[in-house]
Every structure is written in structure tokens, then in C-alpha cells.
């Protein structure tokens, strides 16, 4: 140590008086700093190992390297503090049931007096229907980062939930007037929620386009058309039925922008934003959405901005400006508000599902190009010619959406 100090010393007299070092003197002076460095390093380990100690446990000469660090000390209090606020947020918060009856209660009279209120929704509305979410803690990029493999999901089995339901049903009843979603799972259009009033940012698994017709021609499918698409290769392996060019899917991954008018439907979203004066969030982490500012209206004064109300067990970071914050489970909350706005929640109907009816059956030679297992039509549309129906039923399997863009950080390299 004394050596270093000294090296150190007058490596910088040197430098002050305007001499340069010769070779042998930087070789000294960077062993130096090296040493310096690594002894700054092994008195923070052995800091950090006294702290993980109870106070009366410690010894006299720890009690007095740590009396002489403050700095370090400082410094792992704070990392410290930081990483349990990290832990904290990924903690699932549920409020007791009294106390959520009272949230739904305000949020209610809420929806009633709202003139033009919006909902957006995430994966927390799907869980229900055995769909993952993301960040839960059985969630898609939680398992991953985990190192975790993830469990397998037959989509073709999921069906809207009460939640998708509730949300069908307000819309019906002038209770709200735009959906935004994050989700890819389709559930929102299978619940009878008019087009016009669902903007899909991330797209919809059930969707493939042709971007060389104009307008954009879109074919809906009964089946996962993403079996072959990935980030920055979108394309599913079929052909437009008109021009014969390449049919892509609508999915935005992880880095990626979207550039498809349908289903994204992002001028819609906008347009609905800058109206809304009540904002309603289901099932969302909000660490994407926070992204979009159209999406908040920030270029309004913020006493003229929407009122937010989130419905979440996970901590988001537009709590802090939500005028209510409900923990709960979505479904839970979307029962209680139905029955407190007494309308009843429609059943989910397979023969009512608006999929059978918009989708565009598959070309006979077609009928080879995709091995996802469609969804079962009603018993009334069994012999209704989709194509779909002739595929051998598969393993359960996850949808080519699912886990992209979870490697932050790992270049990818686009497709010719």
C-alpha cells in the first residue's frame, strides 16, 4: 500500500512540474493504479461481507474498517435500498376484500360520469385464459430471465375472458368509447368488440396481411398465422389471393415499430386519447405504454390530462399519478364493477365468435402451410369449408410471439 502511495506520489510530481514519465515510470505509475484499484475493490468486498452481519456480531477491528469507509458504506446502503425496491415492485399486492368493494365503488361512479372514457388493456386480462402475461412472477420474460423454460400454451384452446366480456359490454352500452391493447391473443375481437373500436398496438396472432395491395388486404384466420415469423422476419409463408404477393403478420416485437395501419389502428388510439377524460388500465405493467406520450396527452396542463385509474397486483410507473390505484385480479374487479353498475356480464358464445365469420378459408394448396391447431367452431359451423379444420392436431405449443425480444441486448440480424 505504502508503495502504491508512493509510486502514485511522485508519478503526479512529475506530471506537475512538467516533466514527461519515461516508459518504466508509466508501467510503475499504471501497476500502481492497478494495485490501488484492486485494494479499493477487496475493502469493499470485505465492507459489504460485515454489513451482512448483525451490528452486535461485529467485531472491534470490523466495527472499525467500517468507521473508516463511510463512503463505501454509503454507496451498498444505497444499492442496497435500491435492489429491495426493485424486489418490491415485482411483489403481487392484493387488496382485502372490503377494501377493494370500496375502490370499485369509486371507480364506478367514475365510468358513470366519464364522458368519453378509454380502457387499455395487457396481458394481465388473459392470464385467465391460461395466456401468460410478461412480468408476473410466472410470467414469459420472468421465466426467462430466470432461465427458466416456458410452459406451453395451446392457444387455440384460449376463449375471451370475463374481463373481455365486461369490456364488450360496456362498449355496447356507451360506457366506453375506445380499447387500446397490447395483447396479440385476439380475445378482444373474439368477444364481439367492434373493430372500429379496438386499436391491436402490438398486433393480433390471428391476422396476416397483404402490404403490397392498397389498401393493406387482410385476412383473418382461425388459426396462429406467426408458426414462422420472428423479429424482423414477418413473413408467414402464404400468398395474397389477389396480386400473389407475400403475406406478413401484424406482430410488433420488442425494437421493432409499427408501420401497419390495421389492426393496430394507432390513429384511432390517438384520436381517442385526446378526448378521453377518464382513462382506465387492466392487466398492464405500463413499462410500454409509458412510452407512447400521445397515448397520456403530457402536451395538455396536467390539471387538464385524464383521470387515471390502474387495475394491477404489480407495482407500475404511473401509479404515482393514478387518481385510484385497485390491487386486484382483473376479473375480480371487472365482477364487482359490472354489479355495481348493474349490468349483467355476456357469456362468452362460440357460435356468436365474430373469428368464424371474418375469416378467410385457406386455398386447397394451401392447406399444408401452416401445423397450428385452429380454433374448434361451434358445432353449427362444422362443415362450414375453412381449410383449417383438416390439420392433424398438435402438442401444445407457444405462439411464435411469445419470449421475443426478451434477450435485450442480443444483436439479431434482419432477414433478406
Known amino acids: 500500500s505504502k508503495w502504491v502511495e508512493g509510486a502514485a506520489g511522485w508519478a503526479a510530481a512529475a506530471m506537475a512540474a512538467g516533466r514527461s514519465l519515461s516508459r518504466a515510470e508509466r508501467k510503475a505509475a499504471a501497476r500502481a493504479e492497478f494495485l490501488r484499484q484492486e485494494e479499493q475493490r477487496e475493502r469493499r ?5 460485515i454489513l451482512c452481519k448483525a451490528a452486535a456480531e461485529r467485531s472491534p477491528d470490523e466495527a472499525s474498517l467500517l468507521a473508516g469507509s463511510p463512503e463505501i458504506v454509503r454507496d451498498l446502503e444505497r444499492l442496497r435500498k435500491k435492489r429491495e425496491g426493485l424486489r418490491r415492485r415485482l411483489e403481487e399486492v392484493c387488496d382485502e376484500p372490503e377494501e377493494l368493494k370500496k375502490k370499485v365503488s369509486k371507480l364506478s361512479l367514475a ?23 410478461y412480468r408476473g412472477p410466472n410470467g414469459v420474460w420472468t421465466m426467462l430471465q430466470k432461465g427458466r423454460s416456458i410452459r406451453a400454451t395451446d392457444l387455440s384452446e384460449a376463449e375471451p375472458t370475463l374481463t373481455h366480456m365486461s369490456i364488450a359490454c360496456l362498449h355496447k352500452h356507451g360506457l366506453v368509447h375506445h380499447v387500446v391493447s397490447q395483447n396479440c391473443d385476439g380475445l378482444h375481437l373474439r368477444s364481439g368488440l367492434p373493430r372500429e373500436a379496438l386499436s391491436e398496438l402490438h398486433g393480433n396472432m390471428y391476422i396476416e396481411v397483404c402490404t403490397s395491395c392498397s389498401p393493406n388486404r387482410e385476412y383473418v384466420r382461425v388459426f396462429d398465422v406467426t408458426e414462422h415469423t420472428a423479429l424482423h422476419r414477418h413473413q408467414t409463408g402464404r400468398m395474397c389471393h389477389k396480386c400473389g404477393a407475400q403475406l406478413r403478420d401484424t406482430i410488433v416485437h420488442f425494437g421493432e415499430k409499427g408501420i401497419l395501419q390495421q389492426p393496430l389502428n394507432w390513429e384511432a388510439a390517438i384520436e381517442a386519447a385526446s378526448k378521453a377524460d377518464v382513462i382506465l388500465c387492466l392487466g398492464s405493467s405500463l413499462k410500454v405504454l409509458k412510452k407512447y406520450p400521445h397515448l397520456w396527452c403530457m402536451s395538455k396542463p396536467p390539471r387538464r390530462r385524464p383521470k387515471l385509474y390502474i387495475v394491477n397486483l404489480q407495482w407500475t410507473p404511473k401509479d404515482d399519478l393514478a387518481a385510484l390505484k385497485l390491487h386486484g385480479k382483473c376479473d375480480d374487479v371487472m365482477k364487482l364493477l359490472m354489479d355495481e353498475l348493474g349490468l349483467p356480464i355476456p357469456c362468452y358464445d362460440r357460435t356468436k365468435d365474430p373469428i368464424f365469420s371474418l375469416a378467410t378459408p385457406l386455398r386447397p394448396e394451401e ?28 402438442p401444445p405449443f407457444s405462439g411464435g410471439w411469445f419470449g421475443r425480444g426478451c434477450a435485450k441486448g442480443t444483436k439479431r440480424k434482419k432477414a433478406p
Open 45 to 49: 468486498r470485505q465492507v459489504a461481507r
Open 111 to 133: 365510468v358513470r360520469s366519464a364522458k368519453h372514457l378509454i380502457i387499455y388493456t395487457g396481458a394481465g386480462i388473459s392470464t385467465a385464459a391460461s395466456i401468460p402475461d
Open 367 to 394: 392447406s399444408s402451410s401452416h401445423s397450428r391447431k385452429p380454433v374448434a367452431p361451434p358445432a353449427s359451423l362444422q362443415e362450414v369449408p375453412l381449410g383449417e379444420q383438416q390439420q392433424v392436431p398438435k
